[in-house]
């Protein structure tokens, strides 16, 4: 008869899945620099578009209720796979809970095995930001100096940030139905010497703006922009229209320019392109980042980033958060799977834990 | 001008995210005792599954690769979502890995809060067992008193286990490709009192049974009981062909009596049945449980559980574990969610960090 005892020195493999709470990654942030995350995730984000076509990829799964989302966003190459959990909550405030809350996980496709358990609610803020600039530097004139800041909520210093970083925008024109929002921004803006202007409405913030960026919250059909706002040459941000029943342009402003996405098939349901015809022409952004497509063809053109956040980018930024952790030896494990010396014996597992703390309440007497 | 020490004198909503390791839920196990778990799981389930029509149900999302398979299993009903991971690698022995390695997570409808993140390996092998014997106690012979036990893998004990307490069920008859597995099994159940009687192929094994169980590993379309070894009035509970190329019963054995699952849509595509036409007929359990349709009509009749795991099990499973670590006072916390001051200053929870720490590599230098 065999004995846990003898099973146990066989070969075990240990099961070590990395952890990064929510207050590790602020630190990782903090230590590495947040202008240098932003990035860093720009990096890995272009690095995984342009092998676009070796990933699995599918639209997220939702559960909608009457109050907000809860969304599962899987996706996977031959090595490694991510999926990332998301609520949208836009009533949160009321219980003073973020609007959106996220973790992820980056598991190994060769054993099934969970890596990585990652907070994403402030790694998913940098990688949108991320994201943004990464659609921008491909579609907006480079010469562009000022942007438009449309909703001053959780995400709009993380776009201040990527947009003066890696394009050089200098001055901000902020505007938010809320004026503590506003003022919560310029404060964190101020602080950072970034320079920002402030604006009583939509209409004046965007007026003479190279780049407009609308991230708003509400969950519902609205008309942030205008088509008489929209200027020759803008190139619009367009970042809180991201599912079904939540739009910010109006239908007019998509037809100005050409219209770029991430994941077609995701982007019809849930970006604002869900108020066109299904024949409606959109370009993949991976086509325009490889040379295949055209991003802006001319100074004056007008060009709109339809952006929804993708698995895709999820996993860039998981990757890169594992790896910047592991640069700074900033890693932390938990025990998500049990390790076990046969991996036929699962049972083992629990009746050496019972030998180990003593039969409190065995099976065996619970058996008999 | 805001300052972060202002912001923090606003009400603070702590996000706490509990956290059951495999080691805590193996000490649960071991306090609570395992027999009584599987019962209270197998309750559990009994609730959820007589509240079927509540759930928001939709079959797994599965990332297939050459070597295996990665899921993930959502399911919520007013109040409470729930998912599984869990992975499925038959050549993990290689690796001295287990075949399926799960973790999950409960979250709040209302907020989107995650509220638990639990392992679920162990947890899983309780709810499949479990759930195994809630299908038995409604169509397997009320004086079974043997089963077949066919594939003596990380399943096996659970299975034995819960049959022998949930359905009193008095030998076991083992059969095993790999001995290694048998003898793993014979010691472990032959410590808790269990009897057990080793066979030298299926068809021995499974001779004169009241009750078989079918818990292979491989992924393959495999025939461990074809239909010359179905004896009258025998019940047949099918848990290893549980996805797409992955069967365990010859075709002509679901033809011989009533087939039982647990949601037909994935069932279809899963288990057994997806050897069998789209019209074959087939009963949800759960419609058995309620009363509102027929499980066994008469005692030399063969039943047939053509189980595949579902994610209301899991929710089930997930609730069980957290109240019962709730009563016991095991509960642990991990910080996946930031919490924040303001919920629209996510960046401040960065800059409060950065303040803590010292400014090693301040955000406001690399904007500079």
Redesign the interface.
Known sequence: ???HAT?KK????R?NTQ?L???RV??I????????CIAGVAAYIEEDFLRWNDF?K?AR?A?H?A????E?M?V?N?RT?A?K?V???PA??R?????V?A?G?L?D??????DL?S?L??TT?IRTAAMSAVAARALARPDSKTMALIG????S??QA?AF??LLGIETFHLFDI?A??T??L???L?????KTRRFSDTRKAVKGCDIVTTVTADKTNATILTPDMIEPGMHINGVGGDCPGKTELHADVLRQGPVFCEFEPQSRIEGDMQQMPADFPVTELWQVLSGEKVGRSYADQVTIYDSVGFALEDYSALRYMRDVATELEMTET???????A??????????D??DA?G??????????
């Open positions: 008869m065999l004995n099973l066989e070969a075990v493999r099961v952890f709470s929510a207050e602020a630190e942030i903090n230590r590495k620099g947040i202008a240098e699995d599918c799964v559960n209720s109050v907000g989302v809860i599962l899987p996977a031959a796979y999926f959990y609520n949208g909550h949160n405030h219980y003073n809970l973020p609007t809350m973790f996980v598991a496709v060769e054993t099934g095995t969970p358990v907070e609610t402030i803020a001053n909520g959780a995400q210093e993380f940030l003066q970083h809320d503590n929002a003022d919560k310029i404060a964190n101020t602080r950072l010497g970034l938990i025990s998500l799977i049990p390790t076990l046969n991996p036929k014996n699962l049972f083992g597992f629990i009746a834990k019972r703390q039969p409190v309440r065995a099976a065996v007497a619970l058996a008999a």
